[in-house]
Nanobody, 122 residues
Framework: QMQLVESGGGLVQAGGSLRLSCVAS????????MGWFRQAPGQEREFVSS????????DYTESVRGRFTISRDNGKNTLYLQMNSLKPEDTAVYYC???????????????WGQGTQVTVSS
């Protein structure tokens, strides 16, 4: 089993930045593709970004491309999401997840964290 714990969320003004971290334990993340998803109140969980096991291939949903950057440090068993130029519509609970290959489909991810709240005020 892999346990994932997100941190770094909080309240920020529009235009500000946050860096989310996701620390894994129980298994090494080096064998897994990792993803970030988010869920706003009353909405379905949506794909934000993914990264392959080596970090050489990344994917972003169009609404965050150019503002968010996903990265990983396999030596620290940690996944990151740098979020810049934040907008109120980025407000959501952000989750990290792991699976054997990158995917945009939340149902394909095997391991999930508990989430961290990001709130962007206008």
């Amino acid at each position: 089993q892999m346990q994932l714990v997100e941190s770094g969320g909080g309240l920020v003004q529009a235009g500000g930045s946050l860096r989310l971290s996701c620390v894994a334990s129980g298994r090494a993340i080096s064998a897994y593709a990792m993803g970030w998803f988010r869920q706003a109140p009353g909405q379905e969980r949506e794909f934000v970004s993914s990264i392959n096991w080596l970090g050489g291939m990344t994917d972003y949903t169009e609404s965050v491309r150019g503002r968010f950057t996903i990265s990983r440090d396999n030596g620290k068993n940690t996944l990151y999401l740098q979020m810049n130029s934040l907008k109120p519509e980025d407000t959501a609970v952000y989750y990290c997840a792991a699976r054997y290959g990158p995917s945009r489909d939340a149902h394909e991810y095997k391991y999930w964290g508990q989430g961290t709240q990001v709130t962007v005020s206008s």
